[in-house]
């Protein structure tokens, strides 16, 4: 596998997580540790600050340039954050749950891709993928689907994952 496709995982999968953890942060600056499903979200948060410190380590490691988006993100995932937890905590399971499924998707392309290719990143992306099911059924079990305007809600993030995604492997 070419190195600029593997720059290309690296920084589009540390600017998931960096952004992932900021969405975190704005639910959690909404709701406090008070509201339902704060406990859960909190250790998602941390679970993803975890897998957001891995791949910073192995960005630096190969010296592999982040996105130049990372501002963008910092806000906009902490707006994303906040906006579903002002809709309620059932919205903002239903972001997390929206999320993982276009992660999952996107992890698990990048697995294909990958092959033995870079054991490594590979190793790095199944773990990952492994807790954002366990986050999506986490979200699912907590009652994402019953936010109000669950499929358009869902819907939506979904879209604006996978554009953030492709956004995030180039620039």
């Known amino acids: 596998m070419s190195g600029k496709r593997s720059d290309r995982m690296l920084r589009v999968d540390q600017a998931g997580e960096f952004g ?10 909404v709701m406090g540790n008070r509201a339902p499903h ?3 979200i909190a250790s998602m948060a941390q679970q993803e600050a975890e897998h957001r410190a891995k791949f910073d380590r192995l960005i630096a490691e ?14 906009a995932g902490f707006a994303l ?3 579903t937890a002002l809709i309620g905590p059932e919205a ?18 990048q697995l294909d891709e990958l092959g033995s290719d870079d054991p490594e990143l590979g190793t790095m ?5 492994d807790d954002e099911r366990a986050h999506r059924e986490t979200a699912l079990a907590a009652g994402a689907e019953n936010a109000p305007a669950y499929t358009l809600l869902s819907g939506a993030i979904r879209l604006g994952c996978r554009l953030a995604i492709r956004l995030s492997e180039r620039i």
Do not use: K, N
Request: net charge negative.
């Open 20 to 29: 992932a953890v900021r969405i975190y942060a704005g639910q959690l600056a």
């Open 125 to 129: 992306i199944e773990e990952f993928r």
């Open 62 to 75: 190969r010296g592999v340039r982040p996105t130049a988006l990372q501002p963008v993100w910092h806000v």
């Open 38 to 40: 704060s406990a859960e």
């Open 92 to 109: 903002a399971m239903a972001c997390t749950a929206a999320i993982e499924e276009e992660i999952d998707r996107h992890y698990s392309a």
């Open 81 to 83: 954050g906040a906006a």
